[in-house]
């Protein structure tokens, strides 16, 4: 039997979650990558690999590895990220909350996946031998809440940071919008049917600390978004990203390309 | 404590006995009068039903088999329940929340059109 393609539905952001879960059973393998040129510092790529189980219909547990590379510098793993999401209400309601909760053991990590209290430029400036001195060893909590009004998706998330030293806990935000260019599907199949491509805009950035809570000294990011689901699983996303203010870099572009296992263990039960 | 014996016997299997009786299709009890009595716009459109074979095929296959008979746990689409009991608006709600309890995950990442979609195709089964 010939493999089918999938519209995999994913969401184009890369730093906003959804309150969309996986699906139980399915696996979703998804590289990510940041590149970026801060302003006196040297271009980088940051990137991390995520592995995204659905343990349950209310459950999505995930686990990451981070890497960077720094022209003129040196390329280095940063660290690992283990996260888990829980949808405490069983229905779709017009608001639907999520509950993240994750520990980061990183260093040096450039990825950008999410940006809270004070974290700007100024973080790129030292060079990778220095930076992986700092370890952060960080729990962190979001507030996910989502919604989807005809055809729109509507995300904003809360989040919450704490680095297992002495310091303060760190706040930051992202929300984003997206849609299917097309609502309806087609009756026949197609890789470039308008279905398959989304777009919206995301937006996020740092909510200073505990102690100096606000938008001062903080990094601010915006930009569009769109991801194609491809056929054979796949789905490739891209979004360019523009810094808000002089804390900001001024340019990320990041692209990603995932792809889903159904019922990932059944394959190794003997299950279709 | 002899006398007492047959109420407990009560006490412990009535709830189990329950739980079995509205274990399958209890979510048709749940739906909201308002989302039961829904129409689906594409009600019968071939152009719709081919749709919806595709996105049945893309999403739901995996776990109620191509056929639409079920695989191992997950249920057969073309039971008496699902063809005739149920109305469109019921299996819209239903595609809409899932079964969460049960392992069904909400489909609300789909537009309403190919939920609609979905659902024509799923009544055209029993055709």
């Keep these: 039997m010939t493999s089918l393609p999938t519209v995999a539905q994913e969401r184009p952001y890369f730093v906003t979650y ?21 302003p006196g510092a040297n271009r980088f790529l940051g990137s991390n690999i995520e592995f995204e189980y659905g343990v349950k219909t209310w459950w999505t547990s995930e686990f990451y ?71 952060e060893r960080e729990i962190e ?94 789905t490739l996303s891209f979004s360019p990203q523009f810094g808000l203010n002089d804390y900001s870099i001024p340019r990320i572009y990041r692209f990603g390309i995932s792809y889903e296992i159904e019922q990932f263990l059944g394959i190794f039960r003997g299950g279709n | ?35 039961h009595q829904k129409n689906n716009p594409y009600e019968k459109q071939p152009d719709a039903i081919a749709a919806g074979r595709i996105i049945f095929e893309e999403h739901c296959a995996k776990c109620h088999g191509r056929d639409a008979e079920g695989v191992k746990k997950r249920p057969s689409l073309k039971t008496e329940r699902v063809q005739h009991q149920a109305t469109e608006g019921d299996l819209h709600w239903l595609l809409l929340n899932g079964s969460m309890k049960k392992g069904m995950p909400p489909w609300a990442k789909l537009p309403d059109p190919q939920l609609w979609q979905l659902i024509s195709y799923l009544k055209s089964l029993h055709e």
Excluded at chain 1, 185 to 212: K, N, P, V, W
Aim: proline share 6%; charged share 20%.
């Design chain 1, 18 to 38: 959804s309150h969309e879960m996986e699906e139980p059973g399915n696996l979703d393998i998804e590289i990510c990558n940041a590149v970026g040129k801060p």
């Design chain 1, 65 to 135: 590895m981070d890497g960077q590379a720094t022209a003129n510098d040196s390329t280095i793993f940063t660290g690992y990220r283990w996260e888990n999401r829980f949808r405490p209400l069983l229905r779709e309601h017009r608001i639907n909350p999520v509950i993240y909760v994750e520990f980061e053991n990183t260093s040096a990590d450039k990825a950008l996946r999410e940006v809270v209290g004070h974290d700007g430029v100024p973080d790129f400036a030292d060079p990778n031998w220095l930076a992986r001195q700092d370890k």
């Design chain 1, 141 to 234: 909590t979001k507030l996910i809440l989502g919604s989807n009004y005809r055809g729109w998706n509507i995300s904003e998330n809360v989040i919450a940071e704490k680095n297992l030293s002495n310091d303060p806990w760190e706040f930051g935000y992202a929300w984003a919008v997206s849609r299917p260019l097309r609502l309806a599907a087609s009756a026949h199949r197609c890789a470039f049917c308008t279905e398959r491509f989304q777009t919206g805009i995301e937006m996020y950035g740092g909510l200073g600390d505990r102690y100096s809570f606000g938008l001062h000294r903080t990094s601010q990011y915006v930009g569009p978004a769109v991801n194609w689901s491809a056929p054979g699983n796949l």
């Design chain 2, 1 to 35: 404590m002899i006398r007492r014996l047959p109420m407990l016997l009560m006490l412990v299997t009535l709830p189990a006995a329950l739980m079995f009786a509205t274990a399958d299709g209890a979510w048709l009890a749940q739906v909201p009068a308002g989302d």
